[in-house]
């Protein structure tokens, strides 16, 4: 899978970046970013997450080739 | 008068959500009058010199724009189910924004006011709040700091 994040995320990933482990759901993909990466839980608890430009749920079954975004709270205006 | 509507609703499709450039508000204004609209509201978000006690230099946004443009879309058709509006439209700047430039405009257009406000108010709200579009602060001192804008947060509409 392909991972895309945005805005402040980037303070703490590479804006983009594949992953090979086997995940099996965005609430798996959350919790093992938010190990890798400490600093980002917090935003990471609060962030979106969208495939196909379509947001999904912590349920969402992660196929292997999903481009997935990860988007913290939106802060136009 | 059937014709005229259609045409006005054609424009409104044709303004894109996301601007990489400056907003011309002048040009958008000119666009939202409607022959049934007594009451015309703009809204226009600039960028402020200061916040929260720091002095800005100037914004930055970032956008998932095919994202965003759908969802601007959206809040706009939900706007149109929810109020007599003749016209709305709302347009987000992207990239760099300096001091006193337009961040954000939203017009509505109705019958009378009440609506215009109303719709208006509903739109920037959730713009602000839903739209995959991210704000990044950078103040004089060198330092930076995205998001932030949230200091209003009434429940939404």
């Known amino acids: ?77 | 008068m059937i014709r005229s509507a259609y045409s006005l609703q054609a424009a409104e499709a044709e303004i894109p959500a996301l601007s990489a450039t400056p907003l011309d508000v002048v040009a958008l204004l000119a666009q939202a009058h409607h022959p049934e609209a007594g009451a015309v509201v703009l809204f226009s978000g600039e960028v402020r010199n200061h916040n929260q006690g720091q002095d800005v230099d100037y914004l930055e946004y970032e956008a998932h724009e095919a994202m965003a443009e759908k969802m601007i879309a959206e809040i706009i058709n939900d706007a149109h189910a929810k109020w007599p509006l003749k016209i709305a439209v709302a347009q987000h700047r992207t990239g760099k924004v300096a001091i006193g430039e337009t961040a954000v405009i939203v017009i509505t257009s109705s019958a009378h006011r009440h609506e215009a406000y109303e719709a208006n108010q509903y739109i920037i709200h959730r713009i602000k709040h839903e739209a995959t579009i991210w704000k990044c602060e950078y103040f004089t001192d060198g330092s930076k700091k995205w998001g932030g804008n949230c200091s209003c947060c009434p429940p939404a509409l």
Do not use: W
């Open chain 1, 1 to 77: 899978m392909k991972i895309q994040v945005f805005a402040v995320l980037k303070d703490h990933f590479d804006k983009e970046f594949e992953l090979s482990r086997d995940i099996k759901d965005i609430a798996s993909l959350k919790a093992y970013l938010s190990n890798q990466n400490t600093g980002a839980e917090g935003i990471l608890q609060i962030s979106r997450f969208a495939v196909h430009n379509e947001f999904v749920d912590l349920d969402y079954a992660i196929k292997p080739n999903d481009t997935i975004c990860i988007f913290p709270p939106s802060s136009g205006g």
